[in-house]
């Protein structure tokens, strides 16, 4: 089983790596920001949504996996533990929304 630090340090690397590539898109994002209908944008947008829902489902996988596991343990707490869950995962579902339409209106 891999240790914290290891997960740590790939998830380190992993975000450099994702900083690193987009920084020449944000860099020409800067220069032509007050310019509409930039050839730029809908990468931009696609580059938002693709990070929006790899976000969000990160996110309502560990919300999954820890109502699981507590209900694994404790299996009288499983109607206490959906409602809570539910509302998470809704809260969650629109902020990817909300990334949704603010890269369509800024593509």
Excluded: C
Excluded at 41 to 46: C, L
């Amino acid at each position: 089983m891999k240790t914290v630090g290891t997960i740590a340090k790939r998830t380190a690397l992993f975000a450099a790596t994702i900083v690193a590539a987009l920084a020449p898109v944000a860099n020409a994002f800067a220069e032509g920001a007050a310019t509409e209908g930039s050839p730029l944008g809908p990468i931009g947008a696609g580059l938002a949504i693709g990070m929006a829902v790899i976000g969000g489902g990160l996110g309502q996988g560990k919300a999954v996996a820890a109502m699981l596991e507590s209900y694994g343990r404790n299996p009288s707490v499983g109607g206490k533990l959906l409602a809570p869950m539910l509302i998470g995962m809704a809260l969650i579902e629109s902020l990817v929304i909300l990334a949704f339409v603010i890269a369509f209106l800024k593509a």
